[in-house]
């Protein structure tokens, strides 16, 4: 052995050692306890992830593919809806154009019922047939007799053509026929007298519904729609699971935009009208200013494929199931023996711990017993020494005044050591729960002023100047005087101890904020760094641990104070910098001070006060 400490294991090395199990073994367990639930883990993800990336993948191609389909259906239906629209516009053109010809070739009576008659097409599609003329008043209605003036200057199909004669079919917006009483279609002709003037129209009131009845004899789904709309935006004919309104106008919708890139296509949108999402195709139809709009419900377009998706959701579900419990047992065997290595690792740093606090222990005891025995021997010596001289016999009557220096020197070494067993028995009674505190109605300015003078020859002999600052209507506080006394003897004593003269000590009581009251001891002593006050905090601990440091004292003082301000519900704040001096402030609630102090002022860090 050469003397020096041997190197101390800690961790898992030492644990392993002291219960005798090979460390590199125990590592190894741990690592493959840990492997195994990682990798049953991994394994279990990894595994689900690739059962419902599967079947995810698979429904989400069938669904792709039916809407695929539901696209082709709408663009075919398209198709089919345009030609019905075409011939049914080209009948109406080509009879309303053979109307023209043989109205204006008469230039007299003109028999309209025989004509009407003879155009078999027209009854079947249209509502109304009328006749107007050069004053745009109707001069004849396939419904009957028109009774009284009936002015339609005012109606689009009418005004269209009062400029000029564009030889073509007029197809006007929705309206409530002023004859008819009913929402139509009016697709009106201009005629012409004989010097080209203009001579009236024959309107053509086409009903709205004829369109939709021919839309819903075709299935389109529940939630299809088939629109008509011109090229100013408005619908001329709806047909889908709710009519819905005519006349709206769309020029604003995805349907413009889309037939701004291309006269026909295919589009997937939330219907403006209903809020349906559908997937529509569109075309101009041809020859006429009219936009044909076919759109299925996607839910629609899905609805058979629903129970599919429903089974092979349930199946996949209980197939992963099946999965998670056979993973779920694996887990709990990696998890037992996982357990096994924690438990055997736990009861290594019991041990472990267990040797380092019987180490601690042994350290702080020995740390207490010399600082006792230097703190206890010093008063004692005294005491036995100056007893010994005035047991000494001597002839000289001048020796008597010594004698009575000497009695009181003993008489304060004897304090001394009281005082050091009260702080060492007092904070005993504190660890175990045992100290109670004897509460009263205390005066502060009375209780800090006993104490400034149990300090004032020392303080005086330092060159220190005592300062306070207690408010005249302080008031009344519901404390153990005892104890409080005790607080403030240890902070002044501290302050006046570590302050070198000349210097000032000083005592202030402020309000605080929240109606409690802080009561400060300032120095302008050495100071402490934040390493110096967390150790100053701990109990029989020194800031200077030699046996010849130049200040005294068991470590007690301020952890006894901490202790009894929390006992009385109060705060203890310790703020310093070396070569600026202390502050140390305890603060007492609300509850503590028998009447509120008048004219509070707010308190800054350390207990001083701001303006």
């Not at 008509?228 to 819905?244: F, L, M, P, Q, T």
């Not at 002593?525 to 110096?532: F, Y």
Request: hydrophobic share 45%; with cysteine.
């Amino acid at each position: 052995m050469d003397g020096r400490e041997p190197r101390r294991m800690t961790g898992d090395r030492a644990g392993d050692l002291a219960t005798g199990v090979p460390w590199s073994g125990g590592e190894r367990a741990r690592s493959l306890a840990h492997g195994i639930r990682g990798g049953i883990v991994a394994f279990g993800i990894a595994l689900l992830a690739a059962l419902w990336g599967g079947v995810l993948f698979q429904l989400e191609r069938d669904e792709n593919l039916l809407l695929l389909n539901a696209e082709r259906d709408t663009s075919n239906f398209a198709i089919a809806f345009e030609e019905h629209i075409v011939r049914t516009l080209k009948a109406i053109d080509q009879a309303t154009a053979h109307f023209r010809v043989e109205f204006e070739r008469e230039r007299g009576p003109f028999d309209f019922a025989a004509w009407l008659k003879a155009n078999s097409a027209l009854r079947d599609v249209a509502l109304q047939v009328a006749v107007i003329d050069e004053d745009a008043d109707v001069l004849w209605s396939s419904i009957g007799p028109v009774l009284g003036r009936v002015d339609l200057s005012d109606r689009e199909h009418i005004r269209v053509h009062f400029e000029r004669d564009t030889g073509e079919l007029f197809i006007g917006q929705p309206v409530i026929g002023r004859v008819s009483g009913q929402s139509s279609i009016n697709l009106s002709r201009r005629l012409n007298k004989s010097d080209g003037s203009f001579g009236g129209a024959v309107v053509v009131s086409l009903d709205p519904s004829y369109l939709a009845s021919f839309y819903r004899s075709i299935d389109i789904g529940q939630h299809g729609a088939v629109t008509v709309v011109g090229h100013d935006g408005i619908v001329r004919a709806r047909a889908s699971y709710n009519i819905g309104p005519i006349g709206q106008n769309l020029s604003q919708s995805r349907l413009f935009q889309e037939i701004a890139k291309a006269h026909q296509g295919s589009y997937r949108n939330i219907s403006v009208v209903d809020g349906i999402d559908r997937i529509f195709s569109y075309r101009t139809v041809r020859d006429y200013p009219l936009h044909l709009l076919v759109g299925i419900a996607v839910n629609d377009a899905l609805a058979e494929f629903e129970p599919t998706r429903v089974t092979y959701l349930a199946a996949t579900s209980l197939i992963s199931l099946v999965l998670i419990a056979m993973l779920f047992l694996l887990f709990r065997q990696a998890t037992a023996l996982q357990r096994l290595t924690r438990d055997l690792r736990l009861k290594e740093r019991e041990l472990v711990a267990s040797k380092e606090a019987a180490e601690q222990a042994s350290r702080a005891k020995s740390a207490f017993l010399a600082s006792m025995s230097h703190e206890l021997r010093t008063p004692l010596n005294a005491i036995m020494g100056f007893a010994e001289v005035i047991q000494a016999p001597t002839a000289a009557p001048s020796a008597q005044p010594a004698h009575i220096d000497y009695a009181r020197h003993i008489h304060e070494s004897g304090e001394h050591l009281l005082r050091i067993i009260n702080d060492i028995l007092d904070m005993s009674k504190i660890e175990a729960g045992r100290l109670e505190l004897n509460e009263d109605t205390l005066d502060l300015r009375s209780t800090v002023e006993a104490c400034l003078r149990l300090i004032s020859a020392r303080a005086a002999a330092s060159k220190l100047r005592i300062e306070t600052d207690i408010p005249a209507d302080c008031p009344a506080l519901l404390a153990d005087g005892l104890r409080l006394r005790q607080i403030l003897l240890n902070l002044l004593t501290n302050a006046v101890k570590f302050t070198p003269g000349p210097g000032i000590v000083s005592v202030l009581a402020t309000p605080t904020p929240s109606g409690g009251l802080a009561i400060s001891v300032a120095d302008t002593g050495i100071g402490m760094t934040a390493e110096e006050i967390s150790l100053a905090m701990q109990p029989f601990r020194q800031i200077d641990s030699r046996l010849a440091r130049k200040y005294a004292g068991t470590g007690l003082g301020l952890p006894l104070v901490k202790s009894l301000v929390e006992m009385h519900q109060g705060e203890f704040r310790l703020h310093s910098m070396p070569g600026e001096g202390t502050t140390a402030t305890l603060v007492l609630p609300a509850e503590r001070l028998l009447r509120h102090l008048k004219n509070p002022v707010a308190t800054t860090a350390g207990g001083k006060t701001a303006a």
